[in-house]
């Protein structure tokens, strides 16, 4: 198993640019979510997922768009890349329920001038 | 209230010394507790659910009390691979888990 993957790995972008943020888990896992980390504001939930078709927004869900076409794709996108945006990106997986653990993908850190 | 918080630190804390976090989080409704251990630059992995009863794993215990709203951490005998970002993350229902700032541990020599 790949576990969680995620593309790119690094993006450099201009205000404006738009882009879209891969996703993809291999494990089967219904449950799939988008965080961004930025310097002393930890871990902050932007869209999430519990199952293809359904997703609902997170905590800081402005300027982000999701979809989730398959199990195992959730990709998130950005519409209109603003310098708010920049921070480091990481996709989650797991299964629905309670103790599940969830599985992180290596993230994508991303820099918008 | 942010709905889960933590003291982000730095704690610097001598190697073979005892440390110990909190994390307070707002909603009681809340099922699902876990502390995940980050290294810089990395994502964040699991270290271990929280059990109500309390449960152990190495030199790690954690803790729930729902009563006052809070779960810990105790790390007993530090070393210095423990130096690391610790997260709490609580499940407020079963479709969305919500992490804190993460309290930052350095073992020093």
């Known amino acids: 198993n790949a576990g969680v993957t995620q593309t790119p790995k690094f993006q450099v972008l201009k205000t404006g640019q738009s882009m879209t943020l891969q996703c993809a888990q291999d494990m089967n896992h219904e449950y799939m979510s988008w965080y961004r980390q930025d310097p002393g504001m930890g871990l902050r939930l932007i869209h999430y997922?519990?199952?293809?078709?359904?997703?609902d927004q997170g905590e800081v869900p402005n300027g982000y768009n999701v979809s989730r076409s398959t199990t195992e794709d959730f990709p998130l996108r950005l519409l209109s890349a603003a310098p708010s945006q920049t921070s480091v990106y990481f996709c989650?997986?797991?299964?629905?329920?309670?103790?599940?653990?969830?599985?992180f993908g290596p993230g994508t850190r991303l820099l918008v001038l | 209230r942010k709905e889960v918080e933590q003291d982000p630190g730095p704690f610097n804390v001598p190697e073979g010394a005892t440390v110990a976090f909190n994390c307070t989080y707002s909603?009681?409704?809340?099922?699902?507790f876990f502390w995940y251990r980050q290294d810089c630059r990395k994502e964040p992995k699991l270290l271990m659910s929280?059990?109500?009863s309390g449960n152990e794993d190495g030199s790690f215990t954690a803790q729930l009390n729902r009563a006052s709203q809070y779960i810990s951490l105790l790390i007993r005998d530090s070393k210095l691979s423990d130096s690391a970002t610790y997260l709490c993350a609580v499940s407020p229902r079963d479709d969305k888990i919500i992490f804190g700032k993460g309290t930052r541990l350095h073992i020093l020599p």
């Open positions: 909603n009681s409704a809340s099922q699902s």
């Open positions: 997922s519990v199952g293809a078709g359904i997703t």
């Open positions: 929280v059990y109500s």
């Open positions: 989650a997986s797991s299964y629905p329920g309670e103790g599940e653990t969830q599985y």
